[in-house]
């Protein structure tokens, strides 16, 4: 089956911009989490969706938003953008929601997307 | 705030050497994953362990649970270039942190032929 899609796979943007990320996950997930990556931060948690609702959020500014649809595909948006802001943006589905003491379920990474920011 | 350090965060060595990631925390979890990261990919997971003291083999890779759930390494055996990535864990479920994955730096490994 296709795994997890991310659009676009690159993108340059320059700051105070604003920038909007698509996942679609493995068909039948109904969960979907954002991470930011970055060399020095490593894997960041953002924050996950299940049926349309946000079950968790990591700690960025109000700055990042997200939202899922009722296919289960999922957008993040990152407004006023800032140098900071420049990582590589995987989303990643799963099964089930949320991966508490009761879950080991896996995460399905997407390929990511880069984004630049000038 | 839940941290999991990794160590070392970068490795070289030649083809055939050994090598063992370790992967700690002061808090527990319950259960860690370790994923696998090529270049312009995603993660992968390689393995889930959840009960203290488990140990999982998959092919040269061995991996093992800390008996306090607290800690993790990842031991390579005659490591190949094909072995090249960077290597992460990631806890799940501990204390106040039920809803999300909590990574480590990485550990970012070369394997020159």
């Known amino acids: 089956k296709a795994g997890v899609t991310q659009t676009p796979r690159y993108l340059i943007k320059t700051r105070g911009q604003q920038v909007t990320l698509s996942c679609s996950p493995i068909s039948g997930h109904r969960s979907v989490s954002w991470y930011q990556q970055t060399p020095g931060q490593g894997l960041q948690f953002l924050f996950e969706?299940?049926?349309?609702?946000?079950?968790n959020k990591g700690n960025f500014p109000g700055r990042f938003s997200g939202r899922q649809f009722s296919n289960s595909r999922s957008e993040m948006n990152v407004s006023t953008l800032e140098l900071g802001d420049s990582a590589l943006y995987l989303c990643a589905s799963s099964l089930r929601p949320g991966t508490g003491s009761l879950s080991t379920g896996e995460l399905f990474f997407g390929e990511g997307s880069r984004l630049t920011v000038l | 705030t839940q941290l999991l350090e990794q160590s070392p965060q970068f490795l070289s060595i030649q083809e055939g050497e050994n090598l063992t990631v370790y992967c700690n925390s002061s808090?527990?979890?319950?259960?860690l994953q370790w994923y696998r990261q090529e270049p312009g990919e995603g993660p992968v997971l390689l393995v889930t362990v959840v009960t203290g003291g488990e140990v999982k083999k998959l092919k040269r890779l061995t991996f093992q649970f800390g008996d306090a759930r607290k800690d993790s390494s990842l031991h390579i055996t005659a490591a190949q270039p094909g072995d090249t990535g960077l290597y992460l864990c990631a806890g799940a479920g501990g204390s106040g942190n039920t809803g999300k994955l909590i990574f480590g730096q990485g550990t970012t490994l070369q394997v020159k032929p």
């Open positions: 969706y299940f049926s349309e609702t946000q079950r």
């Open positions: 808090s527990v979890f319950s259960s």
